[in-house]
């Protein structure tokens, strides 16, 4: 479902612990981004050069319209988190319920993948 009551909570959780502002004009990928409320936002608000993937074909095409209504400058695409791959494109990724345990691979934290790498790894998982 693309839409809720609150689009911007796991945004804004999150925000009390990164400094968003401190990273603006970054790149930010987010990872199952759904309608793109995340993505937007940080485009808008901390001119982020936004990308968001999903699986959904129609969430892509909602975040698309969405994205232009804002005159936001974002990329859109329709990929899954298991084999989208831009190594060292982005400085933020975000995940808010889409990456549960990843050890290893192209989405992996840091301190998995690439010691040096200066991604910050923005995740919220309810409950833990």
Not at 54 to 71: C, K, S, T
Not at 93 to 109: D, E, I, K, M, R
């Amino acid at each position: 479902m693309p839409f809720s009551e609150w689009p911007l909570g796991k945004f804004t959780d999150t925000a009390v612990a990164v400094p968003f502002g401190e990273l603006a004009g970054g790149r930010l990928l987010a990872i199952g981004c759904n309608a793109g409320y995340n993505s937007i936002h940080a485009a808008l608000k901390y001119q982020f050069s936004a990308t968001g993937v999903d699986v959904i074909p129609r969430h892509i095409e909602a975040v698309r319209f969405l994205a232009a209504l804002a005159g936001a400058s974002c990329e859109f695409d329709v990929a899954s988190a298991e084999t989208f791959s831009r190594p060292g494109e982005f400085d933020i990724v975000l995940h808010f319920g889409t990456l549960y345990h990843p050890q290893s691979g192209p989405f992996a934290p840091p301190s998995f993948r690439e010691p040096e790498s200066r991604w910050l790894h923005c995740a919220r998982n309810p409950g833990l």
